[in-house]
């Protein structure tokens, strides 16, 4: 949920000590392995915990509203804003994992004047991200939320916490470009959805300059679960207030039931924990990594809303939004560090080829075979509907349950 305080923290937690320019590889490399043995768990594992929480969050929620057809989706937000704030304040009285809530110098005046505002666009961007579910596909919502780092670029600049920098603006010009040939490609384009969605990136950018300009004192540096444990009390209650009178009054028990208790429970568990696997994944990774991995998770999303839900993605669709997650690799990582990157990926490549020629040769061909299947997928049913893919899945699935 708080995606740019996670870089900006990981950022800052990846950062060493001054070093000499020349490093032993050697001796690094036998740092890592005493790291390792020390920490007991490849960061590796933290980053793939971290993306099946955040997609299986996104999946959870468009499931619920959607395919179960819970239509209260400010209601579910308000549940999970609940269930994040009895958390919270367990954690803080038996775990040390909300120490770094006593670093931070909170009264009730900056409560009220920072913790509160910022509360009130959290709640109107969770809102309004919730209720686009209920009319795009996961994937044109994926590939809209693109657009987050130029709707925080040009917040910046309007709220004054950061100069006009027209060159920043060239370079987030190929985000645009991709969302825009993404939105015109769209096969099931709902207005209402679309106004929803740029409403919800609009707020959230507007939240995250907020929280730049309060997290700029020392004593107000907080990760992720510190300021889930101030901001859910406060969003809980502004979401609870307008559910009372938009959504309670048509809700049934019987739709709740429908439900069921059980996977409320499991929703909100699941959403709490991607805060919390938030945490631990902070200083085990680089920025450039967690960049990376959230691209990588946002084609996967993608992916996945073709199989479960069917989701037709156009020719069009798919190349704008290729060009949106390019420049917003760019723009987040800059040509100085992704240059060296791509350098020592191409090296590793290379080097696994040599190694391991039919490895690289199968994972070569699976490659391929997904992308076929991902073509397919999202092409046959607009060009040629008699081949969906779909279609076929649930022959094979109809053929086993009469087994």
């Known amino acids: 949920m708080m995606g740019e305080e996670k870089e900006r923290l990981s950022g800052d937690g990846s950062r060493s ?17 005493q790291d390792l043995k020390t920490n007991g768990i490849h960061p590796a594992i933290y980053v793939m915990v971290w993306i099946s929480l955040s997609s299986s969050v996104i999946l959870f929620n468009k499931w619920i509203l959607s395919s179960l057809q819970f239509h209260y989706p400010i209601l579910l937000t308000a549940w999970h804003l609940i269930f994040a704030t009895v958390m919270t304040q367990i954690l803080a009285r038996t775990t040390r994992l909300l120490d770094g809530r006593k670093s ?28 686009t ?25 309007v709220l004054g916490i950061d100069p006009v920098d027209f060159k920043k603006l060239g370079n987030v010009s190929f985000i645009v470009i991709g969302v825009v040939l993404a939105s015109f490609g769209e096969i099931d384009f709902v207005m209402i959805g679309f106004i929803f969605q740029v409403g919800g990136i609009m707020f959230e950018a507007i939240r995250i300059c907020m929280v730049q300009r309060l997290l700029n004192g020392a004593e107000f540096k907080m990760d992720p679960l510190v300021s889930l444990y101030y901001f859910a009390p406060v ?35 699941c959403a ?34 073709m199989i479960i839900w069917g989701t037709q993605v156009s020719a069009l669709q798919a ?23 791509l350098s020592e990926i191409g090296r590793r490549w290379a080097e696994f080829g040599v190694n391991k020629p039919v490895l690289r040769k199968i994972f070569i061909f699976t490659i391929f075979v ?29 053929s086993l349950g009469n087994v």
Not at 122 to 130: A, E, K, T, V, Y
Not at 141 to 151: D, E, H, N, S, Y
Not at 278 to 299: E, N, W
Not at 323 to 336: D, E, N, T
């Open 17 to 33: 000590s001054p070093s000499l320019p020349t490093v032993n590889p050697e001796v690094e490399k036998l740092q890592a392995q």
């Open 104 to 131: 931070v110098k909170m009264t009730g005046r900056i409560y009220l004047r920072a913790i509160v505002p910022i509360g009130l666009f959290f709640s109107l961007s969770l809102i309004c991200g919730n209720l």
């Open 133 to 157: 579910y209920l009319y795009l596909s996961v994937s044109f919502i994926q590939m809209l939320k693109a657009f987050t780092p130029v709707a925080v670029l040009v917040a910046g600049w």
């Open 235 to 269: 969003c809980a209650v502004m979401n609870l207030t307008v559910a009372l009178f938009w959504e309670v009054p048509k809700i049934s028990m019987d739709e709740v039931y429908a439900v069921g208790l059980s996977t409320f429970f499991a929703n909100a568990c």
């Open 272 to 305: 709490f924990l991607l805060n919390v696997s938030v945490v631990f994944l902070i200083g085990k990774t680089s920025g450039l990594v967690l960049t990376l991995c959230g691209v990588l998770k946002d084609i996967l999303l993608v992916g996945a809303s």
């Open 319 to 341: 190349f704008g939004y290729t060009i949106a997650l390019g420049g917003m690799i760019y723009y987040k990582l800059g040509q100085k560090e992704l240059k060296p990157f």
């Open 370 to 398: 997904f992308s076929i299947f991902f073509l397919l997928g999202g092409l046959a049913p607009t060009y040629a509907p008699e081949y969906d893919p779909k279609n076929y899945l649930v022959a094979a699935k109809n």
